[in-house]
């Protein structure tokens, strides 16, 4: 007989969600996380759609502030407006959360040993190598996060508190630059003084992109913590079941590539690998049903959100003005409003196919090489 039934590689959002879904249907579930402190250090601007309401749990007290819209800025500073009528995402305590996460596991059954990496496993037998002990399971899970992804973007984020302003807490701030493609710039306010601001992209000096960004928003502010971190690169041709391990979570890719955020997308992973590995543990499923899930329910939207990426590689910071000037004036900042979602992006991309909106705000010498790509 294994060890365990399930035995999952890393306490982040994805592994902690499914200990507890399958700890829940009365799994034999052991945990093994890197770090002896939960959520530390802190990796994430922690924006998290309405929607994580569906595919996982979020109490209140993790809510730190919630959003309804965006200043979206170009290059040299042109901004667009966008917001919706109620709130589209929250501000998380990320920290708590993850540690909420790991303890709704354990309360539902999971066995969680901190301070423990796992340095081998097998993916053929199920064998684990923990502290020099070798452990069994019947289903294993890589949950180690963006470590285990094949290819990944740096990523730093402040905490910072800005002195000369208050900031209005109902909107984001998002900057855009032709250097970080298909990476941006983040402010994420917690507070009216105090804020995440962040950035991604394929760069080595991310800390004066940074730096820049803060001080166009703010001639005094402070620098409260500085974090770094990576945002794994959506491989869609990855293999997600390797013999008994699944991937889920960043480890899988299972990341939005136009943003980086994964949680979402890690907790609805999560709900599907619960349900194909109760069906394999009860010898009615095939752990590929997993992958052909995950391919259901991310591959449309992550291809066009790769469209997306394709599309703004070509852009230059000049192409990006005259976009955002041509977008003001086709009146686009309404129907993002109407149509922008910060999970699903195809239906204000069809949106703006449809009106012919793309082809009209983009320079004409891009024309065919855009067509090229949503063709
Ligand atoms: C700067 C930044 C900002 C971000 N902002 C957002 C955002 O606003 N919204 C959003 O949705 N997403 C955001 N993300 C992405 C988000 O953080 C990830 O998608 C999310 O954490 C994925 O969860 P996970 O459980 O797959 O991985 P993780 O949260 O990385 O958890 C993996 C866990 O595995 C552990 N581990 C690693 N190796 C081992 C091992 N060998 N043995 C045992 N344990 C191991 C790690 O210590 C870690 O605790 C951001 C990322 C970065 C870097």
Redesign the pocket.
């Known amino acids: 007989m294994t060890d365990y039934d399930v035995l999952i590689?890393?306490?982040?959002?994805?592994?902690s969600t499914l200990a507890r879904l399958t700890a829940t249907k009365g799994f034999r579930v052991g945990l093994?996380?890197?770090?002896k402190i939960?959520g530390l250090p802190l990796?994430?601007?922690?924006?998290?759609s309405h929607r994580i309401m569906e595919v996982n749990v979020l109490p209140d007290e993790f809510i730190l502030n919630s959003v309804r819209g965006a200043v979206l800025h170009s290059p040299s500073g042109i901004k667009l407006r966008v917001s919706k009528d109620r709130p589209e995402a929250h501000v998380i305590d990320r920290t708590a959360y993850?540690q909420h996460l790991a303890e709704l596991a354990m309360e539902a059954g999971a066995e969680l040993t901190k301070g423990?990496?796992?340095?081998d496993f097998n993916e053929k037998t199920g064998h684990v190598r923990v502290n020099g002990d070798e452990l069994s399971a019947d289903v294993l899970v890589d949950?180690?996060?963006?470590?285990?992804a094949p290819s990944r973007y740096p990523?730093?984020?402040y905490l910072v508190r800005f002195r000369d302003s208050e900031m209005d807490t109902d909107f984001v701030d998002l900057k855009v630059d032709s250097r970080l493609s298909p990476g941006f710039m983040w402010r994420?306010p917690i507070d009216e003084q105090t804020a995440r601001v962040?950035v991604?992209g394929p760069q080595q000096n991310l800390k004066e992109f940074l730096k820049g960004f803060i001080s166009d928003l703010s001639s005094d502010f402070e620098i409260l913590e500085s974090?770094h971190?990576?945002?794994p690169r959506p491989d869609l041709d990855l293999r997600l079941v390797r013999g008994r391990c699944i991937l889920?979570?960043?480890?899988a890719g299972q990341?939005k590539p136009t943003t980086?955020?994964?949680?979402?997308l890690?907790s609805r992973a999560a709900g599907v690998a619960a349900e194909v590995i109760q069906g394999v543990l009860e010898g009615d499923a095939d752990l590929k049903e997993y992958e052909d899930a995950c391919r259901k329910i991310h591959m449309s939207e992550m291809k066009n959100q790769m469209r997306v990426q394709r599309t703004f590689r070509l852009l230059s910071d000049k192409d990006l003005d005259h976009i955002f000037l041509k977008m003001k004036e086709y009146g686009a900042e309404d129907i993002i409003s109407e149509y922008g979602d910060m999970d699903r992006q195809t239906p204000l991309i069809r949106e703006f196919l449809k009106r012919g909106i793309l082809f009209r705000i983009i320079p004409s010498i891009l024309t065919s090489k855009v067509a090229g790509i949503w063709k």
């Open positions: 590689m890393g306490a982040g959002p994805a592994g093994f996380e890197r770090k939960i990796q994430c601007a922690g924006l998290v993850d423990t990496a796992v340095r949950a180690r996060g963006q470590s285990a990523a730093r984020q994420i962040g991604f974090h971190g990576f945002i889920l979570g960043d480890a990341v980086g955020g994964g949680i979402v890690a």
